[in-house]
């Protein structure tokens, strides 16, 4: 079976596909090929995209979405954190799917940005505080601590109960 897929190696146009079978997660196709020009082999990809989506950014200009990008950034707010990787996969592929399911090819950014964080604060605090410290640009420790106090308003205001045996 040939394609026009690109040889990463030496930038050959038809490589050879030696083996597909689903991905891990179900929902892409796992691809291993072989370049017959210099013998590389390497393993692509291919998921079903319902619709191209534009990102607007805040400024108004506006960029593909680009899937791996929101990957690298949802990966890099959970560094060293003890989420497993098909968790973080099945993560990523919901984000995309109700991007997809938004009903509007143009996003705006925010919108993505608020559904990352939604995500991630359902599976750990530490990545969701990350990703927000950049999403939302903090500048100051007062920054940080003015979000942390929202995420637990109970912890700023603890004073201690009036014990009633006392009373």
Known sequence: MESDMRCPFCGNIDTQV???????DHVSIRRRRLCPACGGRFT??????L????VVKKNGRRE?????????SIRISLRKRPVEPERVDQMINGIVRRL????????????????VMESLA??????YV???SVYKNFQ?????EDFVSELRPDAAAKTPEPDPAEG
Not at 44 to 49: A, H, L, M, P, S
Not at 100 to 114: F, H, K, M, Q
Not at 122 to 127: F, G, W
Not at 140 to 144: A, H, I, L, P, R
């Open 100 to 115: 997809e399911s938004l009903g509007d090819t143009d996003i705006p950014s925010d919108t993505i940005g608020e559904i």
């Open 130 to 132: 990350r990703f927000a």
């Open 18 to 24: 030696k083996d597909s079978r689903p991905a891990e």
């Open 44 to 49: 692509t990809y291919e998921r079903v995209q």
């Open 64 to 72: 593909e979405f680009d899937r791996d990008k929101l990957a690298r």
């Open 51 to 54: 619709r191209d989506l534009v």
């Open 122 to 127: 359902r599976i750990d605090t530490v990545a």
């Open 140 to 144: 100051e420790v007062s920054d940080f």
